[in-house]
């Protein structure tokens, strides 16, 4: 298999290793996604990471709300991410489809100098104007 391979190729790795007896160690260092959720002041004990979400308008939103109504019901934190230059149409698309006070927290450059995180309903983030730009980010969502 190349090394550029499918993104399941760690995973597949990971679970050969454990089928052939060997020790698979972790590495201790930064997640994205734990750092985000840990700053974000959001649920912590039931979370789930979503991965990327759908990249044309229509599909994304329909996601959004599923996802809205699963935190919701479930109380539980959301998390995807998204490539830097779709961050702005992520973002618009979460604020034109959630609920006014569904949390909502954009954490961006995590661990870099211009790190942000801000935690904000979304009636709030609907009084902010701009975007994030191409910026690594982290969205979370909770529902209430």
Known sequence: MPVVAALEAPRQ????????GFRVIPLIGPSSITLALMASGLEGQRFAFCGYLPRETA??????????KRSQRE????????????????LASLVKTCHAATRLCVAADL??????VHTRSVQDWRKIPGGIGKRPTVFLLLAK
């Not at 109380?75 to 992520?90: G, Q, S, V, W």
């Open 13 to 20: 790795l990971v679970e050969a290793a454990h089928r052939e």
């Open 111 to 116: 661990t870099l100098p211009t790190e942000s």
């Open 75 to 90: 109380d539980e934190t959301e998390i995807f991410i998204e490539t830097p230059y779709r961050n702005d149409a992520l």
């Open 59 to 68: 599909e994304r939103e329909r996601r959004i709300r599923e996802l809205e």
